[in-house]
Structure formats: structure tokens, C-alpha cells
């Protein structure tokens, strides 16, 4: 356990924030820190064909160590932190023992991590809990999962008894921006599946995502001094504000839940010349997607024909699809994953994603790939937490995938 936390720790330390305003790949020249150090630990603990890219993709293979043929896998999970909120000089805050009452994270600025809003900490009385110092996010999404990984192929190196096939694993860039599997290369990855480590909950396991759109809506005004305004200025932010409100007030992410979709406004900047509100668009049933966008267009047509000109314009990007259908025909690895949680008695909580990973893209790529917890919560904020229980047991989950993927190849 602790040789896991120190694991963690010297992960989380570095700061990988990746940049969606930023064309490059990676977005950002710190996740290259993060890369090059597990590109020397994959060699240290003894794994072959370690090799980075020129886009950041970190591979390497554990060879099988069985005389059969078995199914090639592989283990994914991401090195960037999301862009919401600061990563840099992360100080994990360690509570041995959890007592299930409040944990301050900062006294001074008075930022209390509590379980009467975040009810979740109650499942972890009694154990090692990982939060921040309320400052920065921890990077448990998804250095719990880089960590996972990594310990789980030491453990089946020093463990030769433990008998697998060949394994693949891979830790990409620029996840928390959409783009972490646009440049995975699948065929040299050479996995006929693989599992994203980059869940929450214990027990989290899930092959059904968001469909996934970005929408950008400029809204153009006009102007003038205020005191001769009249009949001439054009408030752009007003607009917005109608345009705000033209959506559904009740669907929007904090008044949904399970496979409900919504609009969710991330972003605004403006002035009575011009604003911009950037919003994605969810939903898990592809025909409600359609039409929620249809909807969202809807909103910015039925305003430019009440004003009586086109001033506002509205950009939507598809970022990606529910990977179900992808993943169905091959429902077997879902199972194999259910079954290595029911032998380390941990209830397995299948359940569809309210977002995205990696995995869905991946998917699509032609590498089926349903995402397991690592154990996080409170994802890209300071609340943001690990037990340290869970990193264990997610590391336990990947060693039996391992073999009972080989026990059912025999």
C-alpha cells in the first residue's frame, strides 16, 4: 500500500494540465515531464517495448507469460489534469483512519471537504483518504489511474505464478481536452480490447457514455453612448440572456441524473458588442441528441427572427459518441471485468457514464474499451479526493482481468 501511495504521490506532484486553447499535440509541453518519467519506470520495473511518440503516447508491453494463445488486452488511462482548475504545486493531504466527520483543507481560507455535501466520504470510514490542501484539484483523474497500471504490471512481473497473456497499456495526453485518443495508434497498440482506468466509485464499471457536443453561440450588438442610445445601442449580453433562457431551465447538469442529457454553459465572456457562451450539449440516446441540438439551433433562430436580424450565430461540434454500440457485440470483456470485481468481492456498479473517456473514442477507433473505476472523486476541483484503499483495489482489478482472461483462453 505504501509503495502505491508513494507512487501516486510523485505522480500528482508534477503538474500535466493540459490546454484547450492550444492546437498543439500535447497541448501543453509539462505533460513531456510526466511521459519521460514513466518511460524510465516502465523500463525499471522490467516492462518491454517501452516507447514514446512524437505526439506523447506513452506504450509498453508485458509479454505473456503462458504457452497458449490469449487474448491480447491492453490498460489505458490519461496523464493531462483538466484545465478547469490549477494543478500546479499539488500538497496532498493524507487522514489515516477516516472518521467520516468534516476534513479542513485549508483553515485560513476556510475550505472544508464535508460528508453533509459530499456524502460519498461516508463509504470511506475508517480508511487512508488523499484530498488536496483546498488550494489546487489532486490529479487522481487520472494519475489514480496511471497509477493503477503501473503497480498492477510490477506486481505481475515480481508474481510470475499469476499466468497472462500478452499485455498492452498505453498513457495518452490531452484526455481532459477531448483529444486523447485522436493520435492512439491502434494498430501498433495491437490490443483486441482494452479497459480505461478512469472511474470514480469502487465498483464503477461502465460501457455506455454521452454523446457529446460543443456549441459556441457569438452574439453580436452594437455600441453607442448610452445617453443617445435609444433605438440604436444593441446589448449583446441582454440577448444572451434571452438566449440563456430560451433553453430548458430543469435540464442543465445539476438538475439531472442517470440517463438524462442537458445543456451545460461552461463559459461566457462579454460586452454590448459581443458575447460568447460556450456550452456542451449531452445525451445518452443518439436520437435525443439529434434533437437537443436541433432544439439548440431552434433557440438561436427563433431569436434572430424576433429581432429581425441574424445576430446571433451558433457553431455545433459532435466530440463524440455512446460507445454501447460498439461495445455490445463484444460483451464478453465487460463480463470478464464484472467477474474479476465479484472474485475480489466488490460489487460491481454498472452504470452508464455521465461523460466521457478516451474509451468511447477508442471504441469507434476499432479498439473496444469500457472504463473501470480508479477510485477518485470530486473530479477537477479542490474537493477532489482518493481513498488510498481504492488505488489498491483497482490494481487488484487489473491483475485479475489479467487472469481470467487467460484462465478462460485455456
Known amino acids: 500500500m505504501q509503495k502505491i501511495i508513494d507512487r501516486f504521490v510523485r505522480y500528482i506532484t508534477i503538474d500535466t494540465q493540459s490546454d484547450p486553447d492550444n492546437p498543439a499535440f500535447p497541448s501543453t509541453e509539462k505533460q513531456w515531464d510526466l511521459a519521460r518519467i514513466l518511460i524510465a519506470e516502465l523500463k525499471e520495473i522490467g516492462m518491454e517495448d517501452v516507447t514514446i511518440d512524437d505526439n506523447c503516447y506513452v506504450m509498453a508491453t508485458l509479454p505473456s507469460n503462458v504457452d497458449f494463445k490469449v487474448p491480447v488486452i491492453g490498460f489505458v488511462a490519461h496523464i493531462d489534469t483538466s484545465p478547469d482548475y490549477t494543478g500546479t504545486n499539488v500538497k496532498p493531504q493524507f487522514h489515516p483512519n477516516y472518521d467520516g466527520k468534516d476534513i479542513v483543507l485549508n483553515k485560513e481560507k476556510n475550505i472544508v471537504l464535508s460528508p453533509s455535501y459530499f456524502d460519498d466520504l461516508l463509504l470511506y470510514k475508517g480508511q487512508t483518504l488523499i484530498t488536496t490542501d483546498g488550494t489546487t484539484l489532486l490529479g487522481a483523474d487520472d494519475k489514480a489511474g496511471i497509477t493503477e497500471i503501473v503497480s498492477a504490471m510490477e506486481y505481475l512481473i515480481n508474481n510470475p505464478e499469476i499466468k497472462h497473456g500478452k499485455i498492452r497499456i498505453c498513457f495518452t495526453p490531452d484526455e481532459e481536452v477531448g483529444k486523447g485518443a485522436h493520435m492512439f495508434d491502434v494498430d501498433k497498440f495491437g490490443a483486441e480490447w482494452a479497459y480505461t482506468m478512469d472511474g470514480s466509485q469502487v465498483g464503477e464499471l461502465e460501457y455506455e457514455n454521452f454523446n457529446a457536443a460543443g456549441a459556441k453561440v457569438i452574439i453580436n450588438g452594437k455600441i453607442v453612448h448610452p445617453g443617445y442610445a435609444k433605438g440604436k445601442m444593441i446589448n449583446s449580453m441582454l440577448i444572451a440572456s434571452e438566449f440563456i433562457t430560451g433553453l430548458p431551465k430543469n435540464e442543465i447538469p445539476q438538475e439531472t441524473e442517470g440517463y438524462e442529457g442537458f445543456y451545460h454553459l461552461h463559459d461566457m465572456e462579454g460586452e454590448v458588442e459581443k458575447t460568447t457562451l460556450e456550452y456542451i450539449i449531452r445525451d445518452h440516446d443518439i436520437k435525443l441528441f439529434e434533437d437537443r441540438k ?117
Open 294 to 410: 436541433a432544439a439548440f439551433q431552434k433557440v438561436a433562430d427563433d431569436l434572430n427572427k424576433k429581432l429581425g436580424s441574424n445576430l446571433i450565430e451558433v457553431e455545433i461540434k459532435d466530440q463524440y459518441f455512446n460507445m454501447r454500440e460498439k461495445i455490445e457485440p463484444v460483451m464478453h470483456i465487460v463480463d470478464i471485468a464484472e467477474e474479476a470485481m465479484k472474485q475480489l468481492n466488490i460489487k460491481p456498479l454498472i452504470k452508464a457514464i455521465r461523460g466521457g473517456t478516451d474509451g468511447s473514442q477508442l471504441s469507434y477507433k476499432g479498439l473496444p474499451c469500457p472504463n473501470i473505476f480508479a477510485g477518485g472523486h470530486n473530479f477537477h476541483g479542490r474537493y477532489e479526493y482518493v481513498p488510498a484503499e481504492s488505488i489498491q483495489l483497482a490494481t487488484d482489478v487489473i491483475v485479475k482481468i489479467a487472469e481470467i482472461t487467460a484462465k478462460r483462453a485455456k
